[in-house]
């Protein structure tokens, strides 16, 4: 994992560097508490990361409010939204991760990802 704290210069290099990479696992990753040693209780974290649908990911390490978004940078907005007025610790995670938590994200990425399902199944059952 990878830590960084959300500031103007740091978003924008993010935000420059949120080319599209294919998800890493088919498996999920479990995210757990953060190390105290690393990031204080006292400062909101966030996981950003992609889900097996390649779909970025922005989860509170709490549980208590998270999103799916299109675009990295999105989902790292979302997480500075998120934690206002304070800053906010970011941890990237290398494994995919699924949101267990109610989407508050982009609300049409849910229908989204079921009309692309549908048409990788229809897509499919051509080619037979």
Do not use: Y
Request: hydrophobic share 50%.
């Amino acid at each position: 994992m990878t830590l960084q704290f959300c500031e103007d210069a740091a978003l924008a290099a993010i935000a420059l560097q949120a080319a599209r990479r294919p998800p890493e696992a088919p498996q999920a990753a479990a995210l757990g508490p953060i190390d105290p040693d690393v990031v204080s209780a006292a400062i909101p974290a966030f996981f950003i990361g992609r889900n097996r649908a390649g779909l970025w990911v922005a989860r509170e390490a709490r549980g208590r409010v998270g999103g799916l978004f299109l675009f990295k940078s999105s989902a790292i907005d979302f997480a500075h939204r998120q934690s206002r007025p304070q800053r906010c610790a970011l941890v990237f995670p290398t494994e995919t991760f699924e949101l267990d938590i109610t989407n508050r994200g982009n609300p049409l990425i849910v229908l989204a990802e079921q009309a692309r399902r549908l048409i990788a199944r229809v897509a499919t059952r051509q080619r037979r």
